[in-house]
């Protein structure tokens, strides 16, 4: 009986990575973002599924610059849902929605899906993305539909590496304010050396331009 249940078991846990290798190959282009990874949070509330949820911030844990939200959501009912809002509770930060295509609202449409994050996808966009919290912590999201209403999960807060590499922020911080200021006093030191020749009498520079015409002329 034991070894029938092992095979039995074996059997299954077989069958599912089957289920989910062939559900990765149908997905296409997008197979890589509708994989379901255990650190990822996934909730279902009525028709609407979220999965694969994580905020998503600079690579460089000490860099300023916006976070993302990445997620992908399933609507399995008969009308289309639209995102009113993603905050995240608690904090201060918002969340700028903006669709794949063009202006207006995010819809999610009836017996379809809408992945938030990555290359010509929709996105949720945190603007100061230190307000999202430290990576390795755990921060509330809460989506609003149109027709389900508020749903609330978890999503882990992880930085724009490894596998989150092509669903961070696209916008990195600009350099360092200290180098710019020393770059930029570079070229000022030097612009008082001219100024400084220039005080002399303004025949110098005729004198050097004498030459110069002087050269085109035996040319």
Known sequence: MSRSLRHGALAATALVFSIAALSACSAGNDAQTLQVRPDNAATAV????????NIITQP????EGPAVI??????????????????LPGTSATVELKPAKGKGPLVVPAGGRVVIGGKN???AVIENGREAGRNGNVQTVAFTFSETGDIELGAAIVPATSFFKDFGPSALPSPKPTTSASASGTPGSAS???GEQSSSPSATPDD???PADGAAAGH
Request: net charge negative; charged share 30%.
């Open 46 to 53: 009525d028709s609407i599924k979220i999965q694969n949820l």
């Open 60 to 63: 460089e844990a000490d860099a």
């Open 70 to 87: 990445a997620a992908t959501l399933f609507n399995d009912g008969t009308k289309r849902e639209i995102v009113e809002k993603v905050t």
């Open 121 to 123: 996808n929709a996105s």
């Open 192 to 194: 008082e050396t001219p």
């Open 208 to 210: 050097s331009a004498s």
